[in-house]
């Protein structure tokens, strides 16, 4: 198996976890406070669907020999399209999720060698086609635990540890002084799940600060 079908497989059951874990949401539920500071899980939902949207802009971009980006309007309309949606009743949420993740999934299964090889524009910078695949497992991955409905870190899948482990970690070292290029020994000390956590700015580990490397 080649990177990308890892990813895609990765990314696609990040997504069918996702929508189970959804299914069942009542409006009182998507009113409640989600685990990111001033979102509801109505926020978390909505911002899960959106992301689909603008990652299906830029591959549908590439396809054409393009590079588009994710938010047009950058992160004001990142934030104006979350806030606009975060207030609808649960099924709408649900099924926002639902359908643009289908969508997705339909626009990497039209994509072809040429325009897998393209790059599309995340708030960050530019980023290849092949490696917004992953992107998006993490996205899904992340924001499944954001919510704060009964999923956390320690359920995360196996293989996307284990990869974004090994990315997040040389992120964690490129940021700091020439020659320290190993995680902290507490770091080192916890489980994988907990580590990958702390680099992404989702668990505290005991004697460390904030790993600082995320917005």
Do not use: C
Not at 3 to 26: E, M, S, W
Not at 45 to 71: K, Q, S, V
Not at 136 to 141: G, I, L
Not at 155 to 183: E, I, Q
């Amino acid at each position: 198996m080649n990177d990308l079908d890892r990813d895609l497989g990765g990314a696609a059951r990040a997504h069918r976890a996702v929508i189970t874990a959804l299914h069942d949401l009542t409006d009182d539920q998507a009113r409640q406070p989600s685990r990111l500071p001033g979102w509801t899980v109505g926020h978390v939902a909505t911002h899960i669907a959106r992301n689909a949207d603008g990652h299906i802009r830029m591959l549908e971009a590439a396809l054409r020999g393009e590079i588009a980006p994710m938010y047009p309007g950058g992160r004001e309309q990142r934030t104006h399209d979350i806030e606009a949606g975060s207030g609808r009743p649960a099924h709408e949420l649900v099924a926002d999720v639902s359908a643009t993740t289908a969508a997705l999934e339909a626009a990497w299964v039209a994509m072809t060698s040429e325009a897998w090889s393209g790059r599309g524009e995340i708030i960050t910078g530019e980023v290849v086609m092949t490696d917004l695949v992953f992107v998006r497992w993490r996205e899904v991955s992340v924001h499944h635990t954001d919510l704060g409905i009964g999923y956390t870190w320690a359920d995360w899948d196996a293989d996307y540890v284990r990869l974004d482990l090994l990315r997040m970690s040389m992120l964690w070292a490129s940021r700091k002084p020439m020659g320290m290029t190993d995680l902290p020994p507490q770091a080192l000390a916890v489980p994988p799940n907990h580590r990958v956590a702390w680099l992404l700015g989702r668990a505290e580990i005991d004697g460390l600060g904030p790993a600082g490397i995320m917005n």
